[in-house]
């Protein structure tokens, strides 16, 4: 008899939780149809405002045709999202009081963390697909909300000119704030080399010295090993705003102001670097090192075949976030700039220059930071199972 109970109460719970998944199912599809009403909608009219903009006269009438289509199929659109809501709302609730109290509660808090989840993300997403809108914008547009809808911020006439004028400015063009801006972002494609040669130069010397650094303090024996590391390790609760004018002043010392080696030789001692890096090499038992070296192996053979492939993805991981920090790295950049020198100007401090004395162009700003984002969506892009594995990486000591 027990058995049998048992087993129908298996069964209730399989049920239960079968029909939690499947109402779970149904909002993410209600979620998701929503969202693609929203996106669909506006890249229809994206598409067929892209169009307008570059037919002839001729195919007037088409583009008109092409409107009128839009807005029968919005409407189309606009019952079948209501209705297939509706629908999806009620079948929801039933499957919802279906289940037990413990159960729904735990259903409750289960949306709810989706829900959070759904909102951070378009938090998070906002500011760039505001950015990508208001560079596609025409000149002067660029803070034009409709009377109708405040929440459209899609430009009603896209255009391509703010990028043209990005790459390649006319200096005909009686829209800029100056003559200087017109020769500044010029260089524009010189700016964006810079961040990308400094950037990728601190990234790589930066994590080869905090990965040789880590492996001293984690696998060798050195006399006040601990003291030593203790005290790095208090250097990072100084703000770092009272290391720039010292540094400053060392970097003229040296005679490198206006070079890109001060935009990042300051900053190749990364005490973060080590620590992290440390935590992780703490994990890697020391019977692989003695084998190595049982076998033959020098020391710099066993960092380099044996600590760097077991440390890649936590070492990926600093390389990732150190990029990162000198690709947007604007106040010591600033600081070090010889602005009479435009090969010592980075992407940052270009992106400033966009800036007149009394006006800012919007277009100009955000189209030039759509191509700033670019390198670092394709190196996260690339490394993202690194970077995904080395956050998680090492948290567990075993």
Not at 66 to 76: D, E, F, K, P, R
Not at 329 to 354: H, K, M, R
């Amino acid at each position: 008899m027990s058995s049998d109970n048992a087993n129908i109460l298996e069964h209730h719970d399989r049920h239960t939780v079968k029909a939690q998944r499947v109402a779970l199912f149904i909002i993410l599809v209600g979620i998701m149809i929503s969202l693609s009403y929203v996106i669909s909608n506006q890249l229809f009219k994206f598409a067929v405002m892209a169009f307008s903009a570059y037919v002839t006269p001729e195919s007037e009438k088409a583009v008109a045709e092409a409107g009128q289509l839009m807005q029968s199929m919005t409407v189309v659109y606009n019952g079948l999202a209501v209705v297939l809501t509706i629908v999806l709302t009620i079948f929801v609730v039933r499957k919802f009081l279906a289940t037990e109290h413990v159960n729904r509660m735990a259903f409750i808090r289960r949306m709810t963390l989706y829900l959070a989840l759904t909102i951070g993300v378009v938090v998070v997403l906002f500011p760039f697909f505001w950015m990508l809108c208001t560079a596609f914008k025409p000149s002067g547009q660029e803070l034009v909300i409709s009377k109708t809808n405040p929440f459209d911020i899609v430009p009603s006439e896209p255009t391509l000119d703010n990028f043209r004028r990005v790459l390649k400015v006319d200096a005909a063009s009686k829209s800029m704030a100056s003559v200087d801006a017109i020769e500044q972002k010029k260089n524009f494609g010189t700016y964006f080399l810079n961040s990308l040669l400094v950037a990728t130069t601190a990234a790589f010397l930066v994590t080869f010295f905090a990965a040789m650094g880590a492996y001293v303090f984690s696998k060798k024996q050195l006399p006040y090993k601990q003291q030593i590391f203790m005290l790095l390790l208090a250097t990072m609760m100084i703000p770092g705003m009272m290391f720039m004018v010292p540094q400053f002043f060392m970097v003229c010392k040296m005679g490198l102001f206006g070079t890109k080696w001060a935009m990042f030789l300051p900053h190749l001692a990364s005490v973060f670097g080590i620590f992290m890096l440390k935590q992780f090499m703490d994990t890697i038992p020391d019977s692989l090192l003695e084998a190595a070296q049982i076998d033959g192996a020098s020391e710099w053979q066993v960092f380099t075949v044996v600590i760097v492939p077991l440390a890649l993805p936590i070492i990926m991981t600093l390389f990732l976030l150190t990029f990162l920090f000198h690709w947007s790295n604007f106040l010591w950049q600033l600081i070090v700039t010889n602005f009479e020198n435009p090969l010592s100007i980075t992407l940052p401090v270009g992106l400033a220059l966009f800036r007149g004395q009394y006006t800012s162009e919007l277009g100009l700003i955000m189209s030039a930071s759509c191509f700033s984002i670019v390198p670092i969506a394709v190196l996260f892009l690339f490394a993202q199972r690194y970077f995904i594995a080395g956050m998680t990486q090492g948290a567990v000591k075993e």
